[in-house]
């Protein structure tokens, strides 16, 4: 039963959150079957702890409400994938299920890049894919979109340069995949996975250069990647505007996320330790009248536009050392599959991680539900564990 939830993950997750929700939450009923190797589990109790701080939060915070499907999100965006993924333990079921994912998503990013450049619905069944020539969605916001193009790659890309005896045809379809994902988060016009991407390439690079002494395959997708994006950017006035206009002090999406800062740090002052509760920081609105900044969100704003801003205001320095211990425990456990069983994969999800928390210095994809979902649940799979 448990494989069978996690292959309906694997592909529902793509067409709705909600069936994340359901799956992830009927597979966490059998826990109960394994509950002797989970309990031992320190990301599960780590995890647990920072659900239980936030969710013994929801009596004393002035929106109850708010803070309640705050935690919920946590609950089924965090835990609930991850012991999903952790309930697999053989390697072929590991690789077919990611293939199987990464398979349905190629679909609905190709159709999107045809909505992208007016080939297609930009809405299909409800499923936003393109803003024309604005922004890729891939049935999620754009910058979601970034963060899943970049864990894409890393999929494609580490296995192109890493896994040993692969065919001709192998090194072929990963190459092209890479370029794909690479031109879909360029499309995407997310800035922040931009930098983000840009930053885990170079970290990907250096490491396989580290490791091998090769130059061949950085640079040949470096250069093409490079001609690709400067046509497109050539021919698309929306992401030549939205580059070349990109300021600190004149543009909104960014001053807002400044101010969201300075008001985050403000509320961290006064509330060091335990924060001011789940979603409960982006409804100061007294800091935001002391700091003299117009509220420009509306009264349903959900964050600060920064997941550790908006950590350390929300559940303060207890909740944000919790999240600190989580990631680290998750790139010392994906780093001893590498080690220890030579996990290909297990490396991919490694660089991923280290794409998306460069990406959550300018909004908090990993708040949940979608990408965090999928993160989790792929931790889950991934890292080194007993068999259960």
């Known amino acids: 039963m448990e494989l069978v939830f ?35 589990e320190k990301i599960v109790l780590f995890i647990t702890a920072f659900l239980i701080y936030g969710f013994l ?79 890729l969605q891939g049935n999620l916001w754009h910058i979601s979109c970034g963060a899943m193009c970049v864990l894409l790659s890393c999929f494609t890309l580490i296995p192109l340069m890493f896994k040993e005896n692969l065919i001709f045809k ?22 922040g996975y931009y930098i983000a991407g840009f930053i885990t390439y170079l970290f990907m690079f250096a490491f396989y250069i580290f490791k091998t002494k090769k130059f061949k395959i950085p640079l040949i997708i470096f250069i093409l990647c490079a001609v690709i994006i400067a046509v497109l950017f ?15 002090t004149k543009e909104w999406s960014l001053t807002n996320r400044l101010e969201a800062y300075e008001v985050a740090v403000a509320i961290f002052k006064d509330n060091f330790v335990l924060g001011v509760g789940p979603r409960q920081a982006v409804r100061q609105i007294r800091y935001y009248e002391q700091l003299n900044i117009e509220k420009k969100d509306s009264k349903d704003g959900r964050h600060m536009h920064s997941m550790y801003f908006n950590l350390v205001a929300d559940f303060g320095t207890i909740g944000f050392v919790l999240f600190c211990v989580i990631i680290f ?54 890292i080194n564990k007993d068999k259960i």
């Open 6 to 40: 996690n292959y309906i993950f694997s592909v529902g997750i793509i067409f709705s959150h909600v069936i994340g929700y359901i799956i992830s939450a009927l597979a966490f009923l059998l826990i109960y079957k394994h509950w002797n190797y989970i309990k031992k």
């Open 57 to 135: 939060w929801i009596p004393f915070c002035d929106y109850q409400k708010e803070a309640a499907e705050e935690m919920f999100t946590y609950l089924t965006s965090w835990l609930f994938p991850f012991v999903l993924g952790y309930f697999i333990v053989d390697n072929i079921k590991k690789e077919q299920l990611v293939k199987i994912y990464i398979s349905v998503f190629v679909v609905v990013l190709f159709v999107s890049v045809l909505s992208y450049f007016g080939l297609f619905y930009e809405r299909f069944i409800d499923m936003p894919l393109a803003i024309k020539e604005q922004h």
């Open 234 to 248: 050539s021919n698309n006035k929306f992401m030549r505007d939205r580059i070349e206009n990109t300021s600190i």
């Open 329 to 382: 425990l998750i790139f010392k456990r994906l780093y001893i599959s590498y080690k220890k069983e030579g996990s290909i994969l297990a490396l991919c999800l490694l660089f991923a991680w280290i794409s998306l928390l460069i990406g959550d210095c300018f909004d908090t994809v990993l708040r949940g539900p979608r990408v965090a979902m999928d993160y989790f649940w792929l931790t889950g799979l991934f």
């Open 170 to 191: 192998q090194k072929v379809i990963l190459f092209l995949m890479t370029i794909f994902f690479m031109i879909c988060l360029y499309l995407t016009g997310s800035r």
